[in-house]
């Protein structure tokens, strides 16, 4: 059975950051493309950023361009969201899933884990 399990999520003050962990089980990281994606309350689920071994490329959304890096670490099974600079707008429910292959195709994306909360709060 494929499944992630994210963590790292909790409440934060503008400007802070966190460090997102996407743990896989039930198959290889490497061979797919991984994204982090998120809800915020009341609104549709977004891409965040993604990671594809294929051809080492990454994606980010605008909106956290220069403040989020995404990265994988194959012995561990695991790809890592870093954000910094964290906003109000950052807050929701922070989910990872994959498709073999490449960044694209988002509504591809699936085998989603329980997803981990962000709040961004003073």
């Known amino acids: 059975q494929f499944t992630f399990v994210e963590s790292g999520g909790g409440l934060v003050q503008p400007g802070g950051s966190l460090r997102l962990s996407c743990a896989a089980s039930g198959f290889t990281l490497q061979y797919y493309a991984i994204a982090w994606f998120r809800q915020a309350p009341g609104k549709e689920r977004e891409v965040v950023s993604c990671?594809?071994?294929?051809?080492?490329?990454?994606y980010s959304a605008d909106s956290v361009k220069g403040r989020f890096t995404i990265s994988r670490d194959n012995a561990k099974n695991t790809v890592y969201l870093q954000m910094n600079n964290l906003k109000p707008d950052d807050t929701g429910v922070y989910y990872c899933a994959r498709q073999p292959g490449l960044c694209h195709d988002w509504d591809g994306f699936g085998s989603w884990g329980q997803g981990t909360h962000v709040t961004v709060s003073s």
């Open positions: 990671i594809s071994t294929r051809d080492g490329s990454t």
